[in-house]
């Protein structure tokens, strides 16, 4: 369940209803099944605690920091192909 409330939160293509089907392995045999829709209590609950643990887990890394002035490697260079030939020019302005 927690895998559908991330699923849900990150993908736009996903949504509720979620049906869950529940078989044992090596076995398309279905044993349980649920629909679990907008108006489920538990899933709601679960959905905020996710969102909850997230913004925590977040808050508690500690920020990182880019130095200013000399950059340790070159720029990265694009290339282009015009008229057959490789035009190769730096990201840096």
């Not at 538990?42 to 913004?55: D, G, N, T």
């Amino acid at each position: 369940m927690v895998r559908a409330t991330a699923g849900v939160c990150l993908n736009l293509s996903v949504g509720l209803p979620i049906d869950l089907l529940i078989y044992e392995r090596d076995s398309l045999d279905v044993r349980r099944e649920k629909r679990i829709e907008q108006d489920d209590e538990y899933f709601r609950k679960l959905s905020s605690a996710w969102s909850e643990a997230l913004r925590s887990s977040f808050a508690k890394i500690e920020e990182f920091k880019l130095q200013a002035g000399k950059r340790p490697h070159p720029a990265p260079r694009l290339y282009h192909r015009r008229n057959d030939k490789l035009d190769v020019r730096s990201t840096r302005r």
